[in-house]
């Protein structure tokens, strides 16, 4: 399983991003797909998850302001996020739970600044 994360940058506050993350080299539904993130000096925490049928899942700090949604048939699950604060910053992950093992992406910076 391959995650392919992207749509990461440089916003001032208040502003927008969305992140996309495909999964490649899975056979089967994916049930959960989700992002987390990790800022310097922090432990990684739950941004979000979905599961396949679109149950959602959000972390307290975010709530109200990003939106995760998914496109099953791409295996693709993307994070939009809006409102942005300088506290968001931080390099966020994809994140499949599959098989009792947790695959990862690359990470992808997000800066919000003030």
């Known amino acids: 399983v391959q995650l392919q994360a992207s749509g990461g940058g440089l916003v001032q506050a208040g502003g927008s991003l969305r992140l996309s993350c495909a999964a490649s080299g899975v056979t089967y539904r994916i049930n959960i797909m989700g992002w987390y993130r990790q800022a310097p000096g922090k432990q990684r925490e739950l941004v979000a998850s979905s599961t396949y049928s679109g149950s959602t899942n959000y972390g307290d700090s975010v709530k109200g302001r990003f939106t995760i949604s998914r496109d099953n048939a791409k295996n693709t699950v993307y994070l939009q996020m809006n409102s942005l604060k300088p506290e968001d910053t931080a390099v966020y992950y994809c994140?499949?739970?599959?098989?009792?093992?947790?695959?990862w992406g690359r990470g992808t910076q997000v800066t919000v600044s003030s």
């Open positions: 994140h499949v739970p599959l098989s009792a093992r947790d695959y």
